[in-house]
């Protein structure tokens, strides 16, 4: 929703006038702009984070929501550790 234009559904752009085109087109760049520069500074700030992560999954190729929090938060298991406490189904595919 945008202050400028409010909560509005627009028509397409060839139904719309130029006027309306452009204040639309400012507002959905003013958007993104600020999208972008919240997920880059995320980003930065949770780098070691990511590293973290990405080593573990080219490690794994896959991680539990409660090994990634091991990973994030804390002291990373050893592989030995993950398998032992990961349950298997009969045919060998991960349970969840």
């Not at 760049?29 to 080219?58: C, M």
Request: hydrophobic letters at 40%.
């Amino acid at each position: 929703m945008s202050d400028k234009i409010g909560p509005v559904a627009l028509a397409s752009p060839e139904k719309r006038g130029e006027y309306l085109n452009r204040e639309a087109d400012e507002e959905i760049s003013k958007f993104l702009r600020a999208a972008y520069l919240r997920v880059e500074r995320l980003l930065r700030t949770k780098e070691r984070e990511l590293h973290v992560l990405a080593a573990a999954l080219l490690e794994r190729e896959t991680l539990t929501q409660q090994e990634i929090k091991q990973i994030v938060f804390g002291e990373p298991k050893q592989a030995a550790d993950y398998d032992a406490e990961r349950p298997h189904d009969a045919g060998g595919l991960e349970v969840r």
